[in-house]
């Protein structure tokens, strides 16, 4: 399979929060590419939805936007506003994807399940890659390198679980 390497719907997303994004924006970008080429892999397509593309543009936006690690439903807020002015089919599929792409056990829905994984896939460096092969995790990471992205998630979690001890991980799911 060719690695998808652009997307219209995803960087026009990161274009318009390119200055909410700022530095980390390559980390940010090669983080969604890699992770919208394993979701690729895991449901055998080359070419996933648009409702797929919005939602890993703005799975971990809110982030960014409203600077928080409590950020699914923000990130949420961010699909709806960018489905507002184009034609998105499929929207709650994008949401259902944002919200429970780190939801502890699985999803019945093979669109919002393979997403889960393939976040996951990307979160593990390939550890958890399912039957994703190693060398396609190695040919997509040449592609999109981490770029420190592992760091960031590190530092960023570690610093609100020190400020939120009761909630350190805000955004997973049963």
């Known amino acids: 399979m060719r690695i998808q390497t652009r997307d219209p719907i995803i960087d026009d997303v990161l274009d318009v929060h390119r200055a909410a994004i700022g530095p980390d924006l390559p980390t940010l970008r090669n983080h969604i590419y890699r992770s919208l080429n394993y979701q690729r892999l895991l449901l055998g397509t080359d070419r996933l939805p648009d409702s797929a593309a919005l939602a890993w543009a703005v799975h971990d936006m809110g982030i960014w936007t409203d600077g928080t690690w409590d950020y699914l439903e923000p990130s949420v807020g961010l699909a709806r506003a960018f489905a507002a002015g184009h034609p998105i089919k499929g929207l709650g599929d994008t949401e259902d994807m944002v919200l429970l792409h780190h939801r502890l056990r699985p999803v019945k829905d093979p669109l919002v ?14 550890v958890l890659r399912g039957r994703i092969s190693r060398r396609s995790v190695d040919a997509i990471v040449a592609e999109f390198p981490y770029l420190g992205f592992h760091r960031f ?4 979690l570690s610093v609100y679980g020190v400020r939120h ?4 991980f805000p955004m997973l799911r049963l």
């Open 113 to 126: 399940e393979s997403f889960r994984r393939a976040d996951l896939v990307d979160v593990s460096r390939g």
């Open 153 to 156: 998630l590190v530092r960023g």
């Open 165 to 168: 001890p009761a909630r350190p």
